[in-house]
């Protein structure tokens, strides 16, 4: 410095000193999380509706299960994949809206294999009326792989947006997986309700064929209203919401090619695992556990009201058909409860001392829940009542008010372990990410 002259400041690149990311404004996150909402009503109408639908179109109720399978495999396989790529994407149009937008495309081309399964094998060959339908099956299974991996490659990148549009923020983060949450709930109200309505068929009068009967095209109507819903906040989320710079898949786009395609998906995965805190290997370990738990009652809630509560038989008489409305109004009930749950999650656990305190009791609820199904299901039992209609002979009536009113309580309390189980996990494991480094942004510090 010369004397009386200015002084120079250093170049501010030289320093390297980098402004921490922008949090993007509420309403970005409001149409972001709202894509669960449009994913989650075909999640609900797959719990509630499908385990009947496979067994009318003739797999037997002990290999329905097997089906279900594609769902843990496709999140297994699928997840790393998209996670890995959506993090290296060099789109012009950003790191996840491509993903998200290929998931949506996907789950509505799924979607219109479920619903007309029955239409394509029975003009594959598939006879009408009851007995197995292996055509329609074949169709079945390949729409549901599909929409099991779809709703995976639409999910993954979902979260992650929501991860990048909080900027490393600890508590926008929670925010953002509360919103998510709430909007799942949202959306399993919406599904459940239609999968509820008896009539909704007549809605869409054309989806009722020869092959396609009552159940089947209430079941199709309602998948024409997922695939709308879908799109529409699929579409809205993309078009006005834009996607914060990313850092670090700009470094990896000026490093060497053959670095980021030697590494392969899953040897990085491995990889991460060693390098995991313990904090998270203990959340990944709980996490598994619980949903080891919840499977069961995902796959089967409608399918036990129907043949546990009610005593109904899949194809013979109302009962059963019955017992699965019955149980996709208590799903119904179950959602509302969720959505007001995960309204709560952050003032609860700050009311518990932290998330980790909040996610065990509610865990210990989830159990006494489904202890209690199994208390149900014995009174259920011991108090069916058969009447005679003009004479004929006794028939199985619906259960108790009782019996009825414990299973739907059961429905509506199991909603609050559902609600912080879809978000609390979320939200530790991009705390644990962020303190460890692994994730994005600084430590911001937050009661876990």
């Given at each position: 410095?010369?004397?009386g ?8 690149s030289?320093?390297?000193?980098q ?5 993007a ?8 999380a709202?894509?669960?909402g449009?994913v989650?009503f075909?999640?609900?109408l797959?719990?509630s ?8 179109l003739g797999?037997?109720?002990?290999y ?27 789109s012009?149009?950003?790191r996840?809206r ?14 219109f294999l479920?619903?007309?399964?029955a ?9 009408l ?12 299974v390949v ?41 799942m709930a949202?959306?399993n ?13 007549k809605i ?18 309602c ?15 993309l ?14 786009a000026?490093?060497?090619e053959t ?37 069961p ?6 399918d ?9 038989t ?6 059963y058909?019955q ?5 996709s ?5 179950n ?20 998330l ?7 865990n210990?609820?989830?159990?006494i ?16 009542r ?7 002979a ?39 990410s ?12 937050i009661?876990?």
């Amino acid at each position: 410095m010369e004397g009386g002259g200015e002084v120079k400041n250093p170049d501010a690149s030289s320093l390297h000193i980098q402004a921490p990311p922008p949090v993007a404004p509420l309403k970005s996150f409001i149409l972001v999380a709202a894509i669960a909402g449009g994913v989650q009503f075909g999640w609900a109408l797959q719990l509630s509706l499908l385990t009947p639908y496979v067994q009318l179109l003739g797999i037997p109720h002990t290999y329905a299960a097997y089906i279900w399978l594609c769902g843990p495999i496709s999140g297994l396989v699928v997840q790393p994949i998209v996670g890995h790529y959506s993090d290296n994407c060099t789109s012009r149009f950003g790191r996840r809206r491509p993903f998200i937008a290929a998931g949506a495309a996907l789950v509505a081309v799924a979607v219109f294999l479920i619903g007309y399964a029955a239409d394509l094998g029975h003009a594959s060959g598939d006879t009408l009326g009851k007995g197995s339908k292996p055509r329609a099956i074949a169709v079945f299974v390949v729409g549901f792989w599909i929409l099991d991996c779809a709703n995976n490659t639409l999910q993954g990148p979902c979260r992650a947006f929501l991860a990048d549009l909080s900027g490393g923020n600890s508590k926008k983060t929670s925010t953002a997986n509360a919103l998510y949450s709430f909007f799942m709930a949202l959306g399993n109200i919406l599904g459940y309700a239609a999968g509820s309505y008896t009539h909704m068929y007549k809605i869409f009068p054309f989806s009722a064929t020869k092959a396609c009967d009552i159940y089947c095209a209430n079941l199709k109507s309602c998948f024409f209203l997922s695939i709308s819903l879908l799109l529409t906040t699929t579409t809205l989320a993309l078009v006005f919401v834009g996607e914060p710079p990313a850092a670090a898949a700009a470094e990896a786009a000026d490093d060497s090619e053959t670095v980021k395609c030697k590494i392969p998906v899953f040897t990085e995965l491995s990889g991460a695992f060693k390098e995991l805190s313990r904090p998270m290997w203990i959340l990944l370990m709980v996490t598994f556990l619980n949903w080891i738990a919840w499977f069961p009652f995902l796959l089967f809630d409608t399918d036990w009201m129907g043949r546990e509560v009610y005593g109904g038989t899949v194809g013979e008489g109302k009962l059963y058909d019955q017992g699965v409305h019955a149980g996709s109004l208590g799903l119904m009930l179950n959602s509302v409860v969720a959505g007001i749950a995960s309204l709560c999650v952050q003032f609860v656990a700050r009311k518990m001392g932290g998330l980790k305190r909040l996610w065990c009791a509610v865990n210990i609820l989830l159990a006494i829940c489904l202890g209690m199904m199994v208390l149900v299901t014995k009174l259920a039992e011991h108090s069916r009542r058969y009447a005679s209609v003009n004479g004929g002979a006794l028939t199985l009536q619906p259960p108790a008010p009782g019996v009825k009113i414990g299973a739907l309580s059961i429905f509506a309390v199991i909603g609050i372990p559902l609600a912080v189980n879809y978000s609390v996990p979320f939200a530790l494991a991009s705390i644990f990410s962020i303190h460890s480094t692994a994730g994005q942004g600084k430590n911001n510090k937050i009661s876990t």
